[in-house]
């Protein structure tokens, strides 16, 4: 019961009090001397570690579960423990090494005839590929995860996807489509409730507003996603929180220091459906095509 409450609050993206869950987890499963419940315990742990920027700490968790699954011969288990280790080491910037982890990943659980197990693990390599600046690599790879999710038509993987697809879009310059998958994402998968992709979205609308010369509602919508993240304990990469810092700098040179207050304290009280509608409106009139 204990996992499945952490794998829930995982799935939604709120890690507040997912850490807590874990070590009870793990407390029960050492008494019980449960080697699997153990090792799920274990990683559930550390994946709440890694999300949270406690990376030493998602290191040690991983290398405890992956020696226990090791035990247990149990690839799921390995092919999980290597993608959320990816988390780590891209977050820190040791870029091959998390594509490894994740190639020996998906390696491991194509075994497994499980198109569901393989989703993360494509999406990460395109976070990777992203990250490194490979934007045609990132683009494939994420929206072959978008397409995994359909095939098993998993509405949170799919809204997850289409929320960093579209980042890679913006990076790429195609606006367009950038704001279409974005606009797909929260208002046809609004029911996903994945705080994750809402955070991720809302970012990428954000800077599409901020390429519309809309300074007020780009600091509404990174006022929200701000919020967000911080309810969630959900912080932001130092390379993110940058590209963050250079969009504000140029909305609160706009709107003067009294315009950007006032724009970011209503970000701030808003909730989900005003922020999404805010996001959209001002990116102009969706179009669902193929997004």
């Keep these: 019961m204990l996992t499945a409450a952490t794998s829930f609050a995982f799935s939604v993206g709120d890690f507040t009090g997912i850490w807590a869950l874990g070590e009870e987890a793990s407390a029960v499963a050492r008494e019980l001397a449960n080697p ?48 959320e280790r990816a988390v780590v080491l891209r977050r820190v910037g040791e870029l091959d090494a998390a594509d490894g982890n994740l190639e020996s990943a998906v390696a491991l659980l194509a075994h497994l005839g499980d198109r569901h197990s393989l989703i993360m693990p494509t999406l990460h390599r395109g976070l990777v590929a992203h990250q490194a600046g490979r934007l045609a690599d990132a683009a494939e790879h994420c929206h072959a995860a978008v397409a995994l999710a359909h095939e098993i038509s998993d509405r949170q993987y799919i809204h997850l996807g289409l929320c960093c697809a579209a980042r890679v879009a913006i990076d790429q310059g195609d606006m367009s489509k950038a704001r279409d998958m974005l606009a797909a994402a929260l208002l046809d998968y609004a029911d996903a409730e994945n705080r994750i992709a809402l955070a991720i979205g809302v970012e990428g609308l954000a800077i599409i507003a901020g390429t519309r010369d809309s300074p007020r509602e780009m600091a509404v919508l990174w006022g929200f996603a701000d919020r967000l993240r911080t309810d969630s304990s959900l912080p932001l990469t130092s390379e993110r929180r940058q590209e963050r810092d250079r969009w504000l700098d140029q909305a609160r040179r706009a709107e003067g220091d009294w315009g950007f207050d006032a724009a970011w304290a209503k970000g701030q009280a808003m909730t989900r459906d005003e922020a999404v509608g805010v996001g959209v409106a001002v990116t102009g009139d969706p179009t669902f095509g193929d997004a």
């Design 36 to 83: 699997t419940e153990l090792a799920v315990a274990l990683t559930f742990q550390g994946v709440t570690a890694a999300y949270t920027g406690k990376f030493p700490e998602a290191m040690a968790l991983f290398a405890q579960a992956e020696a226990l699954w090791h035990d247990l011969d149990d690839r799921f288990g390995l092919g999980w423990v290597l993608t």
